[in-house]
């Protein structure tokens, strides 16, 4: 069964305080890692995609990386608009288009 | 990126009824599209797979009688709640996949059943 492990469940920073989010998995064969954001009453919304360990993607104040067992989403220089709850997902193969198992987010408020 | 709608945004329901939500990919054609459920501070659980022309697929625990999905053109997918009970109510959100992995997803139902 694919786990997805999310740490920590909040964290407040300073504006401009930078800091890492962890994703834990265990997946039989990761066909990707996706991290989403997801503001309240909203549906997440895509950040990025992650293939192979190794692998970093940048968007913005936003870095996502990938090893066997974890991902990080870092966070540079927050600004009050990047609060929202940070979701991983992982998806593995098992023959064409299958769905994403969750972690339960990391909510993350920037105080000005 | 690409975008999904979903209709309502919200709904309200007396117990024994039956709610249908509609899921749009608005801009790409979405041969599979999935059906989540979430519960507040839980995080989101997939229900069913969706595709095209052919009957969902349901994961282990999810009623196929009760949840009822279409998935009648490349661009629109529903799901039915029948007899709707207030422990149905939660956040229904769908969401398409483009020609890669990606999925886009709507905005979310929030459904109540009194």
């Known amino acids: 069964e694919d786990q997805v492990t999310q740490s920590p469940e909040a964290l407040r920073l300073q504006e401009g305080e930078s800091s890492s989010l962890n994703c834990s998995y265990t997946?039989?064969?990761?066909?990707?890692l996706f991290w989403y954001r997801q503001d309240p009453g909203k549906g997440p919304e895509f950040l990025f995609t992650?293939?192979?360990a190794g692998e970093e993607k940048e968007k913005e104040r936003l870095k996502a990386t990938l090893t066997k067992k974890e991902s990080f989403l870092h966070i540079t220089a927050p600004k009050p608009e990047d609060s929202a709850t940070y979701l991983c997902?992982?998806?593995?193969?098992?023959?064409?288009?299958?769905?994403?198992?969750f972690g339960k987010g990391t909510h993350l408020i920037i105080q000005p | 990126g690409a975008v999904v709608s979903q209709h309502p945004s919200w709904v309200i329901c007396k117990s024994g009824t039956s709610v249908k939500i509609e899921c749009r990919s608005l801009?790409?054609?979405?041969?599979?599209m999935f059906w989540y459920r979430q519960f507040p501070k839980q995080s989101l659980m997939l229900m069913a797979t969706s595709n095209e022309g052919s009957k969902a697929t349901y994961e282990q625990g999810v009623e196929k009688d009760k949840f009822l999905i279409n998935h009648a053109s490349l661009t629109l997918s529903t799901l039915t709640v029948t007899s709707a009970h207030p422990e149905d109510s939660s956040f229904y959100i769908c969401?398409?996949?483009?020609?890669?992995?990606?999925?886009?997803f709507g905005p979310g139902t929030r459904l109540l059943v009194l």
């Open positions: 969401s398409g996949v483009t020609g890669k992995e990606t999925q886009y």
């Open positions: 992650l293939y192979s």
């Open positions: 997902a992982v998806q593995a193969y098992r023959g064409g288009a299958d769905g994403l198992t």
């Open positions: 801009d790409f054609q979405a041969t599979t």
């Open positions: 997946v039989s064969g990761l066909r990707g």
